[in-house]
């Protein structure tokens, strides 16, 4: 290697740590940075912001999921983990990348006030009947929801400051897609359609802005969910051009 190839080496940015919080949204949209530029520190999903503070659920076993991942991520959601992971990288993030899509199925508040996150993956389990039953199911939108992820979202905020204090914190906004780009209507999310989560998103968002350390991106952005999306077609999987203006000004 010449002198001037390896100071060129030596002086390359170093990638910028993320870490993903959040539904396909944000998986997707860091799927799209460019690979030598970011590097991901950790993906934690499906997990409401009340549950992860809210104490750790001792009432109800995790169930077992499918996959090691989809067991993962209902253990943590289980044992309240994200604060636990924020702590464990301190220091480490350069950015954190946000959503809100993993609300948008509600939460169950148990007898002890802990908090167990209604997940695509628990239904599927038909692990959400015993959890329903011990506790009460509060619905996204509603004003106890609100409140309560309202109150989740400052220590969350207030987490990130206290163990990566130089991070960026980006809340991904997208508006959820009522068309894909051919010009297929999208479905409802259990019964939730696009207008109606948009409408229900509204005040979450406002909440947001309100927080000095929470920036905003996307919520001008033109939605358009991708026809060929390996999930399938919903109003939250965004067509590749999408992604790619989001993840430019992300």
């Not at 993962?72 to 992971?85: G, I």
């Not at 148990?110 to 039953?133: H, K, M, Q």
């Amino acid at each position: 290697m010449t002198d001037s190839a390896r100071n060129a080496s030596t002086n390359d940015p170093a990638p910028i740590r993320t870490l993903v919080i959040g539904s396909c949204v944000a998986r997707d949209t860091f799927a799209h940075f460019p690979d030598d530029q970011y590097a991901l520190v950790e993906y934690v999903a499906r997990q409401s912001l009340v549950s992860a503070f809210s104490p750790p659920v001792t009432l109800l076993e995790p169930p077992t999921m499918a996959s090691r991942f989809q067991q993962r991520m209902v253990r943590w959601d289980y044992t309240s983990h994200l604060p636990n992971v924020l702590a464990k990288c301190a220091g480490t993030v350069d950015l954190v990348l946000w959503d809100l899509t993993d609300e948008r199925l509600g939460f169950y508040v148990l007898p002890d006030d802990t908090v167990v996150t209604r997940t695509v993956d628990l239904i599927a389990a038909e692990a959400d009947g015993p959890v329903d039953e011990a506790g009460i199911f509060i619905e996204f939108g509603s004003d106890a929801h609100f409140e309560m992820w309202s109150d989740a979202a400052r220590q969350f905020v207030e987490a990130v400051a206290e163990h990566h204090p130089t991070a960026r914190l980006q809340l991904l906004a997208l508006p959820w897609a009522e068309f894909t780009e051919t010009r297929e209507p999208t479905p409802t999310s259990f019964g939730l359609s696009a207008t109606e989560a948009n409408q229900l998103l509204e005040r979450y968002y406002e909440f947001a802005e309100t927080l000095p350390e929470v920036a905003l991106a996307g919520q001008e952005s033109t939605a358009t969910a991708s026809s060929t999306h390996r999930w399938g077609i919903a109003p939250f999987h965004y067509a590749t051009a999408v992604l790619q203006e989001l993840s430019s000004r992300t």
